[in-house]
């Protein structure tokens, strides 16, 4: 009797210890049910999308994402759990997001699937990379701007090239 209860005390720490963890992470964690109902929303999420973990818990995923892309995972989901054939799972994908707000951000996202008492639980890692696209894009700019300057330095050097061959010229044409 005392071996079981030592082990229950043990599972609820260790459940306890992973809701924790799960809880901790800088990354948002979210999972969803065969009906793409959200399981486990972490603070992180909250953070990202604005919903609280009381109110997300239940809602569907697609209430998190814009509507171009609600089909697709309907039907994505649909086509796994009847087949189990997938497109996304275990690669990692750049998306939109969609915050309580109504403001949409680019995200990372990668996606596990497990069989959990025959049935499947969905995971996704989400990244919010709104810095990263702003850092790409003003990296992108300033590449344009000292390809720019590359052409404008050429075409100086060029001209300066020629105006020497003219002096030259000129200088020979005095001299002869």
Do not use: C
């Not at 796994?80 to 995200?107: A, C, M, N, W, Y």
């Amino acid at each position: 009797m005392d071996e079981l209860r030592n082990k229950e005390t043990m599972l609820q720490r260790l459940s306890e210890a992973y809701k924790n963890i799960i809880d901790m992470s800088l990354d948002t964690i979210i999972s969803m049910d065969e009906l793409g109902r959200i399981t486990l929303y972490n603070q992180a999420a909250e953070r990202m999308f604005g919903h609280s973990q009381h109110n997300a818990i239940g809602m569907f995923l697609t209430e998190l994402m814009p509507e171009e892309y609600r089909d697709r995972h309907v039907m994505g989901l649909k086509r796994f759990i009847e087949t189990g054939e997938h497109v996304l799972i275990g690669k990692t994908i750049e998306v939109e997001g969609l915050r309580k707000d109504g403001s949409r951000f680019p995200q990372e996202l990668s996606l596990s699937a497990v069989k959990f008492e025959d049935r499947w639980v969905f995971t996704g890692i989400i990244r919010d990379i709104t810095e990263r696209k702003k850092a790409e894009e003003t990296l992108r700019q300033r590449i344009g701007e000292l390809e720019q300057f590359k052409k404008a330095a050429i075409h100086r050097e060029l001209r300066i090239k020629e105006l020497k061959e003219r002096l030259n010229k000129l200088e020979k044409a005095l001299h002869a």
